[in-house]
């Protein structure tokens, strides 16, 4: 059974940082890209970040590139995506997807829980 286990999401100030991993089990999960995914309140879902299966390329969105960084540990079979100077607008429902090639093409078959990241002062 695929599971993908989101944690380390919280309240955090503005400017603050924040680190999330996704715990993948089921899978081969160093074959596979992976992805982050939110949602904000009361809006639709919005790509964050990618990584194909080796680690070795890193893809983002405009509104997170050079705060975010995401990375794997495969052999942890591990996802983090670090999140560094936060700002309101971060605010969402952080999830975890994995892809269905080794390198991301924006086509998931799996989707963690996810992990609520709130930024206010």
């Known amino acids: 059974e695929v599971q993908l286990v989101e944690s380390g999401g919280g309240l955090v100030q503005p400017g603050g940082s924040l680190r999330l991993s996704c715990a993948a089990s089921g899978f081969t999960f160093s074959s596979y890209a992976m992805s982050w995914v939110r949602q904000a309140p009361g809006k639709g879902l919005e790509w964050v970040s990618a990584?194909?299966?080796?680690?070795?390329?890193?893809y983002y969105a405009d509104s997170v590139k050079g705060r975010f960084t995401i990375s794997r540990d495969n052999a942890k079979n591990t996802l983090y995506l670090q999140l560094n100077s936060l700002k309101t607008e971060d605010t969402a429902m952080y999830y975890c997807?994995?892809?269905?090639?080794?390198?991301?093409?924006?086509?998931?078959?799996?989707w963690g829980q996810g992990t609520q990241v709130t930024v206010s002062s």
């Open positions: 990584i194909n299966s080796g680690g070795g390329s890193t």
């Open positions: 997807a994995k892809d269905v090639l080794d390198f991301p093409v924006g086509e998931y078959n799996y």
